[in-house]
């Protein structure tokens, strides 16, 4: 099957269903992957961007609470790098669960 024959709701119904929570940037992401686009949404991209907007902290208030700089959450917001496994563990968390981010704070 290739990339225009797609059907960016159906595979976003499935992927949500597995993840168990609604994506936002999801079908966005899969649109432009069947586009053809040069530049694709990765998950990774989509947990980041979601994990700091659920916090409703800045990029740079963001990483200094997870103790990130910020030049490497804008890589990972970007797409150029993805965050290591524990941080994604913990972008979950942040999601799931927005408050837990304030107990972060540097002390």
Not at 20 to 47: D, N, S
Not at 73 to 101: N, T, V, Y
């Amino acid at each position: 099957m290739g990339n225009k024959e797609i059907d960016v709701e159906k595979v976003a119904t499935a992927i949500e269903a597995d993840a168990g929570e609604v994506l936002p940037y999801l079908r966005q992401a899969l649109a432009e992957a069947k586009a053809g686009l040069g530049r694709v949404t990765t998950p990774e991209q989509i947990l980041v961007r979601q994990a700091r907007e659920k916090s409703g902290l800045t990029q740079a208030a963001f990483a200094e609470r997870i103790e990130t700089p910020v030049a490497t959450l804008r890589d990972w917001e970007q797409g150029r790098f993805a965050p290591p496994g524990g941080m994604l563990c913990l972008l979950r968390l942040i999601i799931k669960h927005p408050e837990l981010s304030r107990e972060l704070s540097v002390i």
